[in-house]
């Protein structure tokens, strides 16, 4: 670890990770967007994540996330572990675009999770939250036969107001912003840096080389070693 960028880490008190595919692939969760990924290999894949889809075809999408989205036997990295420490010092927030549940097993304090999470499940009839466990079982509400859905943030839907609004106040009052497994292509999310403090400093962790039209530290490496070499 650069004695530098540790330096960085122990002055900062208020930190705001961006994660992306790239923090849970060392968990065994394929990064959708890769050469191997979902989305390269099922051109459709986005329909099938689609609002419209979920709608037209219910029992196809519930066939499809539980082929394609759910890893039970995943467990949270040191990358997750490293972050979450830092969120329960009272000196983080995380902001991810993972829809994986592992930072919440982490133990992660302050966490905006800004396309939902596959572990949260409710029934759209009733509005009423169920185990994920049950979701796996069926696609209708026990209770009232109603759709059962995660609280994913589909295609052809909104980011929750309330979860915009958090990441940009986090991101206005952050002294350091560190960009982690996350190519920072995808919108709204990549947005968010827009709204950064002009004052924070910015590092970037990721296996691909990543340009910015401002000042940022790119940390070329994987970030499970920079994460394990990382004293929180």
Do not use: W
């Amino acid at each position: 670890m650069d004695a530098t960028i540790q330096k960085t880490f122990d002055d900062a008190k208020n930190i705001v990770f961006l994660t992306g595919a790239g923090v849970s692939t060392a968990s065994g969760i394929p990064d959708f967007r890769s050469a191997n990924g979902l989305y390269t290999q099922n051109r459709n894949a986005e329909y099938y994540l689609s609002h419209r889809y979920f709608a037209s075809d219910p029992e196809g999408f519930y066939e499809f996330c539980k082929q394609n989205l759910y890893f039970p036997d995943a467990k949270p990295n040191v990358i997750h572990q490293k972050q979450a420490a830092l969120t329960q010092q009272d000196r983080a927030t995380v902001i991810t675009q993972n829809i994986d549940n592992l930072y919440e097993e982490a133990g992660t304090k302050h966490l905006i999770d800004f396309h939902g999470n596959l572990f949260h499940v409710y029934c759209e009839k009733c509005h009423e939250t169920v185990p994920v466990s049950e979701y796996l079982k069926s696609r209708l509400h026990q209770k009232d036969n109603g759709p059962l859905r995660p609280d994913i943030v589909l295609y052809d839907e909104g980011i929750k107001q309330e979860d915009i609004i958090n990441s940009v106040k986090a991101m206005q009052q952050a002294d350091l912003v560190v960009i982690v497994g996350t190519s920072m292509k995808v919108y709204p999310f990549a947005g968010l840096l827009d709204y950064r403090n002009p004052n924070a400093k910015v590092i970037a962790v990721n296996q691909q080389l990543l340009h910015f039209p401002f000042d940022f530290q790119m940390v070329q490496d994987d970030a499970t070693k920079f994460f394990d070499e990382l004293k929180v």
